[in-house]
DNA sequence: CTGTTAGCGCGTTCAC
DNA sequence: GTGAACGCGCTAACAG
């Protein structure tokens, strides 16, 4: 609003009647000025309303205290907790975000990336919109970067990624301290890594615990739909069942749907379970729905800490697994 | 990954064989260049990789190429489609965005505003988490500021809000226009300016077409529980309602679930419209949902736009509305 | 303790 | 056409 020019170092510096460099010292706090001078500085500056000038110092520096997050899912739920974890992490004091979507185009994301360097971002964090493994693009990036969420393809590149498998584990152990035993699968895209990887680790839980899946695991669709058109199937074919493992709150909320019109009591007849915790739907489900929280936010304040230890000279190679949670709601209380 | 320091300019003419000025002006494309001259420059730039180095323009033109974009809600979903929106319009090519989210706390917001400054930002965008209008911050801020989704309370601000009343308008004039005439409203938190505005400007709507509002507008939470609980409440009281206006998309699958409960055909004896076009809520419903979509994609970009104008000198006062367009889906399908 | 000097990488005068 | 010199705002050596 007040066209003013930004305050410099050397008005400050004028305005406290000494040079320019002892007003840097003091300012930032070096310990070779004389007390009443730095205390002089820092009057005039909060007078001025002094504002250090970070491209200058990052000129200087080689170093900006910037980095480029690249989304591919701005869109998506799944981007956003991510994206407050690595915001969160960087706490905006030292370290500025600076945010870009490339929505999935490869092309767009090399072009982004360049605008990026030019900016000279210390590093870049690169989020995947599935959990599908990706190309890496680390080669001749000159800066570091790590993969949040969808893996790199290469394993020499560092990746913060979701556990899907101990995620179906974990469900899976979940509904059996439950009490349940005959427990069937309904889950979406087949072609998502995600959904087989979740089915995997359900499988070996219950391997372990010398029960079998009732069924096939059912892929179909992320959606409500698909979750209540299972349903239908499941019931007709395997009555027995009295626990169902979803691949995500969406799904759910179609199984409950189905389940209720079939005269179904949950968890009473049958225990139901999703993945997301998207809190609105599951909390606002007609039997609030026990999921699995993905822990986004502490995947994205991994990506930033393993990024900003890159940064720091100290790089890291491989994947490091988030695990999630089971959030516990009505859908699947012990039977009493 | 390859530790090299950027490539300068200085290396550029270096390896081209000319003074730094020259290739400067060859890059940048002025004509004080023969042909040969420039054509060298660029090929020597190619092969080095040459980025131009950002800061170091942006300290020389005082103009930083950024922007910084204050949230406080970035884990709803309304600030996404805007963020989206002020990301595209910027194109990452001449502009960068700085992403910061300050959750609803001023101190927060305070300080990072203050960070962006240090940056250089050019301008500032503040997302606000409600319509309601939201305390200035412009004064002593010396960069041009708009206000996206809430509107400052100083109206000699540039703003870019939603159009609540309008929308109110058009959902009545939509539900008129499928032949309903006796219409009731389930909204949501009465101190959210948003659902009041609508209720208002559905009131207009309706007194303009000479039609009375069957009961008072319920006011209630943002919830599917709502939704439900004021669906029952209202049809023991108005069994005559033939529509019903909910202030979200989340209470309308409420409303629908009480509906189907009671027996009540979606839309051939209620037609239930919704608010947000919250996409897999209102297409994944039993009875897929007519809903108010905000645009909110295109107010982010109209904000990005005026703060743009800002920036090149001529700064706009006043709110922009943005207006709402109806969702046409099958739970308001005009009687056959 | 404080001031002077020398750049960080680039664009922009000006002379040549 | 081209190049030398200056300065954007700041910090890190050195001098004083």
Redesign the interface.
Known sequence: ??????VTLAEVAAQAGVSIATASKALNGRDQVRASTKDRVLQSAREL?F??????K??LS?R?G?VG?VTHD??G?FS??I??GV??AFG??KT??????ARGDAIRER??I???????VDGIIVVGEQTNNRPSI?????V??VYAYAPSDNPADCSVAFDNVGAGRLSVEHLIACGRSRIAIITGDPTYGAAQERAIGAQRALDEAGLKLVGEPTFGTW???WGRGATRLLMAQHPEVDAILCGSD?IA??VL?ALRERGLEVPGDVAVMGHDNWE?LAS?A?VPLTSVDMNLEQLGRRAATRLAEAIAGNPHAGVDLIEGRVVTRKSTAPLD
């Open positions: 609003m007040t066209g003013d020019k930004p309303g504002t250090p000038n970070a491209l200058a990052g000129l080689g900006s910037t997050l701005l869109e739920r956003i907790p994206l407050m915001e969160d905006a004091e500025s975000v600076f945010l870009t979507d072009y982004q360049e605008a990026l360097l030019g900016r000279r680390s080669a001749g990036i000159p570091p970067v959606t409500e739909s969406l909320r179609g749907d609105v606002g007609r």
